[in-house]
């Protein structure tokens, strides 16, 4: 029997929005290997820069989401937020990436193909959030150069702006199987496959709790509001929490995407 036909026809990929804080853990270490296993699935991201305390990663908390059934986490904006983390974006045993266009001498990669049957890419987007390299001509430098060869890709999308993740999806249809957008927190309901096999969905969500504001607790939030100052604001620790992800199946002959479907779930931690 040929290695191609001992090969599973259809691959599946759980993706996983924003985990936020100590309550976010706690919902993916009660849901995921239950998830895992019910819906056979292969392979999971998890975007996880507001694991510790809301803001940023640790190697614990890394470690905790890793042990829960993540496969790669994908980060954003706060990557860089604990300073101790830092040093360890280059442990190749830890497969966190930093988005790749990121100025290149930064700690850490933006791209991953070995770390099980899916490669995967973290990005971060430039309308409202900073002053990055385009992510449209990176990740094209990036698959031109062979990136992910023989291998389904699938996009992490850290962006505000909904248009710009969009017109990234739009860009890479047909190269890679999915782009999934992150950092809003809203989980939207447009999950769709383009005309040439690439999966998209505007943002995943969150994984955070139901009575919050973006998964922090209100008061705090609030208070920004109101008085035009900033104010600390703390991950909501227990309660609902949101379980906010998106499932992509995979055909492994083509690579590409044939179903995009939300699997979103409440728990109480």
Known sequence: MSERNTR????????????????????????????????????????????????????????EMLEAGADVITTGNHVWDKREFIDHLDDPFLPVLRPLNYPTDNPGRGASDD?????????????????????????????????????????????????????LAWHLDGRVAAVVGTHTHVPTADCKVLPDGTGFVTDLGMVGAVDSILGVEVEGSLARFLSGRRQRMQPVRSGLINFNSVLIDIDDSTGLTTSVERVDRQVEV
């Open 115 to 167: 770390s099980g049957p899916i490669a995967v890419i973290s990005l971060i987007g430039r309308v409202w959030v900073g002053e990055f390299d385009s992510p449209f001509a990176v990740i094209d430098d990036l698959l031109a150069g062979g990136f992910g060869q023989g291998k389904p890709i699938v996009v992490d999308f850290h962006a505000e702006a909904t248009s710009e993740k969009a017109a």
């Open 8 to 63: 599973k026809i259809r691959m599946r990929v759980l993706m996983i929005g924003d985990v936020v804080g100590s309550g976010g853990r706690k919902a993916v270490t009660s849901l995921l290997r239950d998830l895992r296993a019910k819906m056979n699935i292969d392979f999971v991201t998890l975007q996880g820069e507001n694991l510790a305390a809301g803001i940023g990663l640790t190697v614990e908390t890394v470690t």
